[in-house]
């Protein structure tokens, strides 16, 4: 049994106390969080607390707020020498200052209140700065999670922008397919078989296997013909610099 | 019933005789191919014919060969004045001459010979040059897909280019993604979770509303620790174009 407290009300922090309080080897001791009400579909009252200083005893202590405010969370802590981890993609292990035995358990998911997610699928990443604190964390989400990676902070750093091409910036590009259909009068919703068998065929071939249209094919005559259709000028920058990036990997 | 001759014998045309073959109201009479072993396992032998002067009867001719191939293709047709139709994206309807009444049928999915598709699903894309051939055309169409849609050529044209973004450049970023990790001894399926729940949301959510990340957060901070940790050019100017491009829409 691993006892866990989880700091912050967040969208993570609610999605980490549902996920702990299902799991069969894991304890919720606590949450703290400055709005505890945020928190009352979740937990007892008296399992929440507003009070720092009056956090209770456990193995491990999860701080799940936005980036900025997990340094200060992390130096108002009333303790020392315990498992503190926070659960950020893009922040170093080192703002959690240096009373603590620090970690990092990042959920590598996507998360949105509305929208409930099996958490037996999402990735954890998991950093400690002691070797000996790493049985403990893995323990912690093998208990909620098939899918368990131990991850530098360097890494992270890497699968942080790697996330930011393969889906921040891919969902601006069906912002983009969008746009395009709404401004010649074509339902956006035509796109979106094709959008989700794109999505479905990387999970059985490479991306470079998967490749397909104009560029690939160096089909100079669409590629020309894409370019004169598109008025807008970022467009055509994006259209461009994309086709070539692909043309080049595939040299 | 609609009687349909498929000429052809790629992964599309291959696709639309599976698609056809198990529909209620159509009849295959027919299929051309240069290479009729090709359609052996889809078709009996003598409903097959390398010889394009011994095409049958039927109300509806679908052309399914490379773009570049349509215009030969249908100025070898032996006869005038029936339905003709080919299912290219990215070609005009009039590439297949005055001969024969024309038409369009565009199935916008990708395609592979070896993964099945669900053709109740795949959009059909419809044009005709004379408005008095649509409802044949149609009726076929709704025989094996649920989504059928009146398709001007401009509009085909717009869909196009709306596909290359979000579903061809899209893979590539899904690419890019892949030897980000690669290149960090980081296993890409750790990413894929994300990138199936970023086409998932869309099915619910506009992509402006689904949009996150640090551009559209506007956190500077991580943009340049991001634009630090990317060392290779055409990289760096791919996330400067699309950060400011999410900017710029979200502004």
New interface residues.
């Given amino acids: 049994m691993v006892s866990v407290i989880i700091l912050g009300s967040g969208n993570v922090a609610q999605h980490l106390i549902r996920a702990f309080s299902n799991a069969d080897n894991v304890a919720v001791v606590q949450a703290y969080a400055r709005h505890p009400e945020k928190l009352h579909h979740l937990l007892p009252e008296d399992k929440i607390t507003d009070n720092i200083n009056a956090l209770a005893q456990a193995d491990v202590y999860i701080i799940s707020v936005s980036d900025n405010a997990i340094a200060d969370v992390a130096a108002a802590l009333p303790f020392k020498d315990r498992l503190v981890v926070h659960t950020s993609g ?1 922040t170093g292990i080192d703002v959690l200052g240096t009373a603590n035995r620090n970690g990092v358990f990042y959920p ?3 998360f ?1 209140s509305a ?1 409930a997610v099996h958490f037996k ?3 954890l ?1 998991l950093e400690t700065v002691r070797a000996e604190d790493m049985p403990a964390l893995k323990s912690l989400a093998h208990s909620v999670s098939e ?1 368990v ?1 131990h ?1 530098t902070g ?2 992270r ?22 746009t ?2 709404e ?5 956006f919703n ?15 071939l ?3 296997e ?7 094919r160096k089909d100079t005559q ?1 590629i020309q ?2 370019l004169d ?2 008025k807008d000028e ?2 055509k ?3 461009t ?2 086709t ?3 043309q ?2 595939h040299e």
């Fill in positions: 893009s590598l998911q996507t949105s929208k699928e999402v990735p990443c899918k990676y991850i360097a890494q750093q890497a699968l942080h922008v790697a996330a930011v091409f393969s889906c921040n910036f891919v969902n601006h590009l069906y912002g983009i397919g969008a395009v259909c401004e010649n009068n074509i339902p035509i796109l979106k078989p094709l959008i989700q068998e794109t999505a479905a065929k990387i999970t059985t490479s991306p470079t998967a490749q397909t249209g104009p560029a690939v669409t013909r894409h259709f598109i970022r467009l920058e994006i259209y610099l994309l070539q990036s692909i080049q990997t």
